[in-house]
């Protein structure tokens, strides 16, 4: 198994621009959770999907953030318009059941200019 | 909703020494606890985890300790190694589906 896959592993772009994250879940697994890292704040949960249906986006920024799921296999999060304090690792993770634990993609480092 | 303090946020062991790291966490419901391994440009990997009916699990040099009275579980690594250097986060679970996250340890083991 590959393992969640997430891309790209990094990106830089201008403020006021659109960015894409993607993620592939493990196959068979039926949650799917974007976290966000930076020093100061740890690990942050955005939004977490079961058998692709968004359950809980309390922890998304704002409005700007966006999230979808359209099938089992993909996962994106949208940044529109980016700022640089969006600038972060963001993380994809899956899980079986969702009381088992995560596996983690290698993450999405953004850079906002 | 749960909250998950970890202890202490740095901890800097000679090579060979053991190292403990502590979680408490608030929900009475939570059931399941997961460690992850955190090297440097890497996501988070499972290294061990353990369910509320067990006190305590062992995996070579790594064994986890759950009080589910006192609600805190603790993490155990004996005969550190320059490789066991990381982040490492504890975090816990009910059945609801998502885990809650401590703020992480900073291991560092001194050759």
């Known amino acids: 198994d590959a393992g969640v896959i997430q891309s790209p592993r990094h990106e830089v772009t201008e403020m006021g621009q659109e960015v894409t994250l993607r993620c592939k879940p493990i196959s068979g697994h039926d949650y799917l959770f974007w976290y966000r890292q930076t020093m100061m704040r740890g690990l942050e949960l955005l939004i977490y999907?079961?058998?692709?249906?968004?359950?809980?986006d309390s922890g998304m920024p704002e409005d700007r953030f966006s999230a979808k799921m359209p099938n089992a296999s993909f996962s994106t999060l949208k940044i529109q318009p980016s700022e640089p304090r969006d600038s972060a690792v963001y993380f994809c993770?899956?899980?079986?059941?969702?009381?088992?634990?995560?596996?983690f993609g290698s993450g999405t480092r953004l850079t906002v200019v | 909703g749960e909250n998950v303090e970890q202890h202490p946020s740095t901890l800097s062991v000679q090579e060979g020494d053991s190292a403990v790291i502590k979680c408490t966490y608030s929900d009475s419901a939570s059931n399941y606890f997961p460690w992850y391994k955190q090297e440097l440009g890497k996501g988070p990997q499972l290294i061990i985890d353990?369910?509320?009916?067990?006190g305590e699990k062992k995996d070579q040099r790594i064994a986890v300790t759950l009080n589910k009275t006192a609600k805190h579980f603790s993490l155990h690594i004996t005969e550190t190694q320059p490789e066991d250097s990381a982040v490492y986060f504890c975090a816990a679970s009910t059945n609801a589906g998502k885990s809650t996250f401590g703020d992480g340890t900073t291991l560092t083991v001194k050759p």
């Open positions: 993770a899956s899980s079986l059941r969702g009381s088992g634990g995560y596996t």
């Open positions: 999907f079961n058998n692709n249906v968004p359950i809980d």
């Open positions: 353990i369910r509320s009916n067990v």
